[in-house]
């Protein structure tokens, strides 16, 4: 799977996100070991806080299917579904790439013109808890 295909298929979920109270749309596409892609998008509520991201409906989709083993997520967003800019995974996203993935794992955040930035979970989330390394 190339970073241009992931990102394609990052866009294309975009399309199904459900958002009528921030108009925010995002997509996410993850990549497992085994070349399975998993898309999601995020799932807006009116009380706001039992909304979900993209990323997070990617991973637990992923994750219900059984695989537990990521080499990278494609991740874009933009208001009525216009990739405005380049937005990182959020803190509670970072936190479940953190459960399911070493430091290594790609994240790209796409960008306008269907460009991307890459970075990797160490980059995005340093000095990161996992419960792994704390459960000894």
């Given at each position: 799977?190339?970073?241009?295909?992931?990102?394609?298929?990052?866009?294309?979920?975009?399309?199904?996100?459900y958002c009528p109270y921030s108009g925010f749309k995002v997509g996410a596409a993850l990549l497992c070991a085994d070349g399975t892609v998993y898309q999601g998008c995020n799932i807006e509520n009116a009380s706001y806080s039992p909304s979900v991201c993209?990323?997070?409906?990617?991973?637990?989709?992923?994750?219900?299917?059984?695989?537990?083993?990521?080499?990278?997520?494609?991740?874009?967003?933009?208001?009525?579904?216009?990739?405005?800019?380049?937005?990182?995974?959020?803190?509670?996203?970072?936190?479940?790439?953190?459960?399911?993935?070493?430091?290594?794992?790609?994240?790209?955040?796409?960008?306008?013109?269907?460009?991307?930035?890459?970075?990797?979970?160490?980059?995005?989330?340093?000095?990161?808890?996992?419960?792994?390394?704390?459960?000894?």
């Amino acid at each position: 799977m190339t970073a241009e295909k992931l990102v394609e298929l990052a866009i294309e979920a975009q399309t199904h996100a459900y958002c009528p109270y921030s108009g925010f749309k995002v997509g996410a596409a993850l990549l497992c070991a085994d070349g399975t892609v998993y898309q999601g998008c995020n799932i807006e509520n009116a009380s706001y806080s039992p909304s979900v991201c993209a990323e997070r409906t990617a991973f637990f989709k992923a994750v219900y299917d059984g695989h537990r083993d990521f080499t990278a997520i494609a991740v874009c967003g933009g208001k009525d579904g216009e990739i405005t800019g380049y937005f990182p995974p959020c803190g509670v996203c970072r936190q479940v790439m953190s459960e399911f993935c070493g430091d290594d794992f790609r994240i790209y955040m796409i960008g306008p013109g269907e460009t991307w930035k890459e970075m990797t979970l160490a980059q995005i989330l340093p000095e990161r808890f996992c419960a792994s390394e704390h459960m000894a």
